[in-house]
């Protein structure tokens, strides 16, 4: 009786792994938002660019014939290159970091081609530095703002291995408007690295 029960719980280990294998993902994505400039009220928005940085984790739901329904995690660290000029004052924005947690919906048309669409909620925080001439002389500060966010967009994915893909995709952070340097609520990124499927 111990023996077909210490193989029951090794079987259960040994194929239950392989019956939950590619149910998960891990991403590691690349890529830029910008390069654009205009007016902005009283300043001027100039040389805005950003390199982005992306780490997005996600584990399957649910698969139907349609698709699958993922749950995400993903985290966006970028560093930018934006002033805001008005009058005496200077306000560069430094970095900015989002995380939205939310849901991916992947569709398959043909063996090694996925598409899909993400969208969640969560938070977009903003470093910013504001440089000023005074009577008193030049002055320095930073600062961080944080707000909450709502991230959505899409992308393909290219299997190239049962366990390795190749993924670009463009994703938009929207927030409320005035951060630091930040002319607008839209925050968007293009980016492309590797997938990891196990």
């Not at 063996?111 to 008193?136: C, D, H």
Request: aromatic share 12%.
């Amino acid at each position: 009786m111990k023996t077909v029960l210490i193989r029951t719980i090794l079987a259960s280990f040994l194929f239950g792994g392989a019956a939950l294998a590619q149910n998960s993902d891990l991403a590691i994505l690349l890529g830029a938002n910008g390069p654009n400039s205009g007016t902005v009220g009283a300043g001027v928005v100039s040389g805005q660019y950003g390199f982005g940085f992306q780490m997005n984790f996600a584990e399957q739901l649910r698969e139907t014939a349609a698709g699958q329904l993922y749950v995400e995690v993903p985290l966006v660290i970028a560093t930018h290159s934006q002033s805001t000029v008005s009058n005496t004052v200077v306000t560069d924005l430094k970095d900015s970091i989002f995380f939205t947690p939310g849901v991916r919906w992947r569709f398959t048309p043909q063996k090694r081609i996925s598409f899909y669409a993400a969208g969640g909620f969560g938070i977009g925080s903003f470093g910013t530095s504001t440089s000023y001439v005074s009577s008193g002389g030049l002055g320095n500060t930073s600062s961080r703002d944080t707000t909450f966010a709502f991230g959505f967009g899409g992308g393909i994915d290219f299997r190239l291995t049962r366990l390795l893909s190749l993924r670009a995709e463009g994703r938009d952070f929207i927030t409320r408007t005035g951060l630091g340097a930040s002319s607008g609520h839209n925050h968007a990124f293009f980016m492309a690295g590797i997938g990891f499927h196990f």
